[in-house]
């Protein structure tokens, strides 16, 4: 099997000082390959490109409009974790704007499994898109002809490891969760600016995530995030209807609550709810479930993850690792 690295995405500061001098990360700083995978082979309307050898047109219209969509899957111990999901979530994504995705989701299916097999991975990340593909200079979808899919497979971590166990601060943006009416963020669209100034804002007041609040103030979720909090034995998560995406990692913790006999309840949540909480955590495929124990400057809780948290976590990383898609061929 071909050596990887793991490269830490969006990787946080570490605030406690003696852990900046004990914590490294998980690639030294030197020249590296962007997927952490040597001889990388990314996958292009059905043909395998070397990482060097990888491109798109510049008339491509996701590049020149965002126009397209995309989905993060993780796989696990030589399995695709909630594979069949994340592609469902891709083909709704595509219909909701006008996309017609080139291939079937079978075909797709072997598609994904096939990178990660070129890759000679059992644990990674795989970023699957679709662009509406090569068109003119103008808006109109209608000039792109032959839609075109990517998928790239990579060894990534979004957060060191050291954050799961301490948890992650984060502060409230400026930046309003994007109206349903206007694009809708169960969309997963290659156009993310919106999440990308929200990040902006965290980078900027020193914090590891932005928490996003809606058009009527309350939480929507954070850039890359679900947001859930923990009150008197009892999990609460915003609703999708308050511009959550509907995760699918958020839907795996539907499922374990259920097995641990916690009930989790979908109501809007304010700031005040999320300073008040005695856990708080944020749920994503990148992120997988992530403590936080600091919001716009308040200590939650008793300012260290909790114990639902920890129940969560451990239970998650045991179901990613028993179950999914196999791999090989």
Same mark, same amino acid.
């Given at each position: 099997?071909?050596?990887?690295?793991?490269?830490?995405?969006?990787? /946080?500061?570490?605030?406690?000082?003696?852990?900046?001098?004990?914590?490294? +990360?998980?690639?030294?700083?030197? /020249?590296?390959?962007?997927?952490?995978?040597?001889?990388?082979?990314?996958?292009? %309307?059905?043909?395998?490109?070397?990482?060097?050898?990888?491109?798109? *047109?510049?008339?491509?219209?996701?590049?020149?409009?965002?126009?397209?969509?995309?989905?993060?899957?993780?796989?696990?111990?030589?399995?695709?974790? =909630?594979?069949?999901?994340?592609?469902?979530?891709?083909?709704?994504?595509?219909?909701?704007?006008?996309?017609?995705? /080139? $291939?079937? $989701?079978?075909? $797709?299916?072997?598609?994904?499994?096939?990178?990660?097999?070129?890759?000679?991975?059992?644990?990674?990340?795989?970023?699957?898109?679709?662009?509406?593909?090569?068109?003119?200079?103008?808006?109109?979808?209608?000039?792109?002809? *032959?839609?075109?899919?990517?998928?790239?497979?990579?060894?990534?971590?979004?957060?060191?490891?050291?954050?799961?166990?301490? @948890?992650?601060?984060?502060?409230?943006?400026?930046?309003? =969760?994007?109206? /349903?009416?206007? #694009?809708?963020?169960?969309?997963?669209?290659?156009?993310?600016?919106?999440?990308? $100034?929200?990040?902006?804002?965290?980078? #900027?007041? !020193?914090?590891?995530?932005?928490?996003?609040?809606?058009?009527? @103030?309350?939480?929507?979720?954070?850039?890359? %995030?679900?947001?859930?909090?923990?009150?008197?034995?009892?999990?609460?998560?915003?609703?999708?209807?308050?511009?959550?995406?509907? !995760?699918?990692?958020? *839907? &795996? &913790?539907?499922?374990?609550?259920?097995?641990?006999?916690?009930?989790?309840?979908?109501?809007?949540?304010?700031?005040?709810?999320?300073?008040?909480? %005695?856990?708080?955590?944020?749920?994503?495929?990148?992120?997988?479930?992530?403590? &936080?124990?600091?919001?716009?400057?308040?200590?939650? @809780?008793?300012?260290? +993850?909790?114990?639902?948290?920890?129940?969560?976590?451990?239970?998650?990383?045991?179901?990613? =690792?028993?179950?999914?898609?196999?791999?090989?061929?």
């Amino acid at each position: 099997m071909k050596t990887t690295d793991v490269t830490v995405l969006d990787e /946080p500061k570490i605030h406690d000082p003696s852990a900046e001098a004990v914590i490294e +990360p998980a690639v030294e700083s030197r /020249p590296r390959r962007t997927t952490g995978v040597k001889e990388a082979k990314i996958y292009i %309307d059905g043909k395998f490109y070397s990482e060097a050898n990888a491109k798109i *047109s510049v008339f491509d219209h996701g590049l020149l409009y965002g126009d397209g969509i995309f989905e993060g899957i993780r796989f696990y111990n030589g399995r695709v974790f =909630r594979l069949e999901e994340h592609l469902h979530r891709l083909w709704d994504s595509a219909r909701s704007i006008c996309l017609e995705i /080139p $291939m079937t $989701m079978r075909n $797709m299916t072997e598609a994904v499994l096939e990178t990660i097999r070129q890759n000679h991975l059992r644990d990674g990340y795989i970023r699957l898109l679709v662009t509406r593909g090569i068109g003119n200079l103008g808006l109109n979808p209608t000039q792109c002809k *032959s839609p075109s899919v990517i998928i790239i497979a990579a060894t990534i971590a979004l957060y060191h490891e050291d954050f799961y166990k301490k @948890g992650l601060t984060i502060v409230t943006c400026a930046t309003r =969760r994007s109206n /349903p009416a206007a #694009l809708n963020p169960a969309v997963k669209s290659l156009n993310y600016l919106n999440n990308v $100034m929200a990040r902006v804002e965290a980078n #900027l007041a !020193g914090a590891d995530e932005a928490l996003m609040l809606n058009d009527a @103030g309350n939480v929507a979720e954070c850039t890359a %995030d679900n947001v859930f909090i923990v009150k008197h034995g009892q999990i609460f998560t915003p609703p999708v209807a308050s511009g959550a995406l509907r !995760g699918i990692t958020r *839907s &795996v &913790v539907f499922e374990i609550a259920a097995e641990l006999g916690v009930k989790v309840r979908e109501t809007d949540i304010t700031r005040h709810d999320v300073f008040v909480a %005695d856990e708080c955590f944020l749920t994503g495929t990148a992120a997988e479930i992530v403590p &936080v124990v600091k919001a716009d400057g308040r200590s939650i @809780g008793n300012g260290k +993850p909790g114990p639902v948290t920890a129940r969560i976590i451990a239970r998650f990383r045991q179901v990613t =690792r028993e179950t999914g898609t196999p791999i090989s061929a």
